[in-house]
């Protein structure tokens, strides 16, 4: 019997804290209910009380480590999932210091796409 703990409101605000300190690193609300934190105009994560949503690898082959590694917290997004975004439960088995990572990995990745002229100094 997996026993599941309550999402921490103390590390969805680290998180988001975290995200947004990022260089060139804003907050929209681009649906009802949503919170994501952008680069230039891209969402770089969702920002939710209990998850993030992160651009964790550039193939789905590769976000899906997430998976196995941690199959009760992982999951593919849906509708973009198959692009490499999994959405992380917060308060599971997923320690905060590989949530902050996956953020700025999903960060990296997502300035990277941008062009030359729109990526932060």
Known sequence: MTVRRSADPGLSARLRTAALA???AWEDSPWEGDTVAKVGDKI????????IGVKSA????????????YPDDASVMAYIGRHGWNTLRIGGAIPEDELLEALETSYDIVVAGLPRGKRPS
């Open 44 to 51: 770089f994560v969702f920002l939710g009380e209990e998850s």
């Open 22 to 24: 990022l260089p060139g």
């Open 58 to 69: 550039r193939t789905r082959q590769e976000a899906d480590e997430w998976l196995h590694r």
